[in-house]
């Protein structure tokens, strides 16, 4: 089981460009959600989803556009990129929202200059 | 709405001291709470949880105790060592009114010297 991988591990964008990260998990599970962690303000989920093509806004949506065709992946996407974007983003996974943990993607690194 | 507020860091220790990081929630109903670790460069990953009053949850000597008469879920440990330097989120989780949003605290960082 590879668990929970993200596709890319860094990338560097200039502002107004576009780019969609990818998370594929292997466990079957239910839900997935997108969490962004920016230094001094912990996680912060930004879109989550509890089903195949189902998806549900977090708490900082704005800027950002999800799809979950297959109940496997979960994309993000930033259809024009921002400074304010500069972060690293986190995918998990869980099998159950309320007694069971989530399992969390290495992380993606993105620099918006 | 949810939250959940964790001792700010970073918190020093010498290898083989006590640990206590402190976490409160507030939560309409019954969540769940979970100790996540985060080394650097990498994802967060379970430590322990508890999914109802008066559970403890244990792991690798780290141990945290379900109050709900003081909403709290302190993560503890007899003897820290130097690998166990990271930073530890409590984060709850509950299912309300349709929404299914986890709440994380904002992290703690640990530095354990030699």
């Known amino acids: 089981n590879a668990g929970v991988t993200q596709t890319p591990k860094f990338r560097v964008l200039k502002t107004g460009q576009s780019m969609t990260l990818l998370c594929a998990q292997d466990m079957n599970h239910e839900y997935m959600y997108w969490y962004r962690q920016d230094p001094g303000m912990g996680l912060r989920l930004i879109h989550y989803s509890v089903g195949e093509g189902t998806t549900a806004k977090g708490e900082v949506p704005d800027g950002y556009n999800v799809s979950r065709l297959k109940k496997q992946n979960f994309l993000l996407g930033l259809e024009s990129a921002a400074p304010s974007q500069t972060s690293v983003y986190f995918c998990?996974?869980?099998?159950?929202?309320?007694?069971?943990?989530?399992?969390f993607g290495p992380g993606t690194r993105l620099t918006v200059l | 709405g949810d939250s959940v507020t964790q001792m700010e860091g970073p918190v020093t220790l010498s290898e083989e001291a006590f640990l206590t990081i402190n976490c409160t929630y507030t939560?309409?109903?019954?969540?769940?709470l979970f100790w996540y670790v985060q080394y650097p460069g990498e994802g967060l990953q379970l430590l322990l949880k508890a999914t109802k009053a008066d559970d403890k949850g244990s792991n690798k000597g780290f141990e945290a105790t379900y109050r709900k008469e003081t909403t709290s879920f302190h993560l503890e440990k007899g003897s820290v060592q130097v690998s166990d330097s990271a930073v530890y989120f409590c984060a709850l989780t509950l299912a309300s009114g349709g929404s299914y949003i986890p709440t994380f605290g904002r992290g703690t960082s640990l530095i354990v010297h030699p």
């Open positions: 998990a996974s869980s099998l159950r929202v309320l007694f069971d943990e989530q399992f």
């Open positions: 939560a309409t109903g019954y969540p769940s």
